[in-house]
């Protein structure tokens, strides 16, 4: 990475006129030296620095300022105050189809749009089979752009920009319109990309994506810029900025009151909130909140969690404790806790309680409870509150899963297990790990060796 100044951005704002009338907008493009009433402010006096061969992630909200960000980088948008410097080329996929014509054929918006980027006609022609080739669309090429699927669109846009030779790239979320194949083509691109010293300048929600393409990540959150720095500290922003901070605003209770509340009798087996490795002041601020619902407040909370049963217990608290710290991103390979905080206002017996991990499609990575791992099903009393604690190891690669846990009963029959209070996808768990360990979801930690049987091997550097 080279200590060059691309691109500068000094005091950088953006407002957009706001309009309470139809007419108030006529008014304003035919007077426009009369002020609207009501401005919205797309970003607030950003300061930023991005240097030659830099990778980074920019990440916030929907509404942060993001792609109004790149808008203004591009040269797509003027900011309304402050200072834009740029010395590169820059190529922008802002958004589907942007700078196509759809009435022109592939090939020809092809030499429109790689003009645009600033390559003479011997060069179009020199590169049009690389492009077309990269896109992979055969004969649809010769066709008019407003019969291509979404994810013709994208293959064609996508490798006319890397194929212009760009000082600086710009994606903003367009590769989540092509299929996993196109998108792992272009990710590898990318990285080729990079090293050749391109700056790239990426937009997602998927950090999984921002830890493995970037080496720098910039938060936006209402206009501001509130982070610029690493990316693991980015994206631990991120997810506060997102979910929320960590609340404990539960004062410890005494150990026999922890003791008591966490025995839970009944026809089964006796819960015990502590093991021999579970920290006592953790446990005690854990449980202090009794019957409070204080899940919404956790980091990684899942606003669109689904949640069933007919709630005769109460699931009302959930953190994830490991040697990372408390929050919902651990390291792959790592063991971590799951504390679990459950409520029973009235005495309940044959109680099951679980967990669940699926990826964001929403295929099981991982289930299991407490029936099944240990044979037991347990009852409690009227009142009791009692944390149940799940000790794992983090066998997943890096990227983003949702937990869900509950409490559960199986009917007198002992042939139906129905939910008491089941909170699906409740938690975001996102896991960290190496760039190039390996690919896929769960880590089965492959060990190598060789046998040859003539000649040798060797390991080429």
Same mark, same amino acid.
């Given at each position: 990475?080279s200590? $060059? %100044? ?7 704002? *953006? ?7 139809? +007419? ?12 609207? @009433? ?8 950003? =300061? ?13 909200? =929907? ?18 105050s ?26 020809e ?10 390559l ?5 022609? $020199? ?10 669309i !055969? ?6 752009? *407003? ?14 920009? @890397? ?6 790239l ?5 590769l ?11 990710? *590898? &691109?990318?990285?080729q990309? &990079? ?44 997810? *506060? ?18 003791v008591?509340?966490?025995?839970? %009798? ?12 579970l920290?006592?002041?953790?446990? $005690?601020?854990?449980?202090?909140? !009794?019957? /409070? ?13 689904t ?8 699931? @009302? ?15 792959? &390979? ?7 905080? +459950? ?12 967990? &669940? @991990?699926? %990826? ?6 991982y289930?299991? =409870? ?7 099903? +347990? ?14 190891r ?13 409490v ?7 042939? $139906?297990?129905?939910?008491?209070? /089941? ?7 996102t ?9 896929g ?12 049987? %003539? !000649? !040798? ?5």
């Amino acid at each position: 990475m080279s200590s $060059e %100044t691309v691109i500068r951005l000094s005091g950088i704002g *953006k407002s957009f006129p706001m309009f309470d009338k139809p +007419y108030q907008q006529l008014l304003h493009v035919l007077a426009p030296s009369l002020k609207p @009433v009501k401005q919205f402010h797309a970003l607030r006096d950003i =300061n930023l620095d991005i240097r030659r061969g830099e990778s980074i992630g920019v990440i916030g909200r =929907n509404g942060s300022g993001k792609s109004t960000l790149l808008q203004i980088i591009a040269g797509i948008l003027r900011p309304s105050s402050g200072e834009l410097q740029v010395s590169a080329r820059i190529a922008a996929l802002l958004e589907l189809g942007a700078g196509f014509n759809p009435e022109f054929t592939g090939r020809e918006n092809v030499r429109m749009n790689a003009s645009l980027l600033g390559l003479t006609q011997r060069q179009i022609d $020199e590169r049009m089979d690389q492009i077309l080739a990269f896109a992979e669309i !055969g004969s649809h090429v010769e066709q008019q752009v *407003k019969t291509y699927s979404s994810g013709m669109f994208m293959r064609l846009a996508f490798a006319v920009a @890397v194929h212009t030779d760009p000082d600086v790239l710009i994606v903003d979320e367009a590769l989540s319109v092509g299929d996993i194949y196109f998108q792992r083509k272009c990710f *590898k &691109r990318i990285e080729q990309m &990079r090293q050749e010293g391109c700056t790239l300048l990426f937009v997602t929600h998927a950090v999984d994506s921002i830890l493995q393409l970037c080496d720098r990540g910039i938060v936006l959150d209402g206009g501001r810029l509130v982070f610029d720095g690493d990316t693991q500290p980015a994206v631990k922003q991120y997810l *506060k900025v997102v979910f929320g901070e960590l609340q404990d605003d539960a004062a410890p209770a005494s150990d026999e009151a922890v003791v008591e509340g966490a025995a839970a %009798t009944g026809t089964g087996a006796k819960v015990e909130a502590t093991q021999a490795d579970l920290d006592r002041a953790e446990i $005690e601020a854990f449980m202090a909140a !009794g019957p /409070r619902e204080l899940m919404a407040t956790r980091p990684g909370y899942n606003r669109d969690e689904t949640r069933l049963g007919d709630g005769r217990v109460r699931t @009302v608290d959930c953190m994830v404790v490991g040697g990372h710290g408390n929050g919902p991103m651990v390291p792959a &390979r790592e063991p971590f806790r799951m504390l679990v905080r +459950y409520h029973a206002p009235e005495a309940m017996d044959r109680l099951i309680f679980g967990l &669940r @991990v699926l %990826t964001v499609t929403g295929v099981v990575v991982y289930s299991s =409870n407490t029936m099944v791992s240990r044979g037991e099903l +347990y009852g409690c009393d009227a009142g009791t509150t009692l944390v149940a604690e799940f000790g794992l190891r983090c066998a997943l690669l890096r990227g983003q899963y949702f937990v869900t846990v509950g409490v559960s009963q199986l009917d007198e029959d002992g042939h $139906e297990i129905h939910a008491i209070d /089941r909170r699906t996808d409740v938690l975001i768990l996102t896991v960290t790990g190496e760039l190039n360990h390996a690919e896929g979801v769960a880590d089965m930690e492959a060990g190598f060796g060789f046998e040859a049987r %003539t !000649g !040798g091997i060797r390991v080429m550097q």
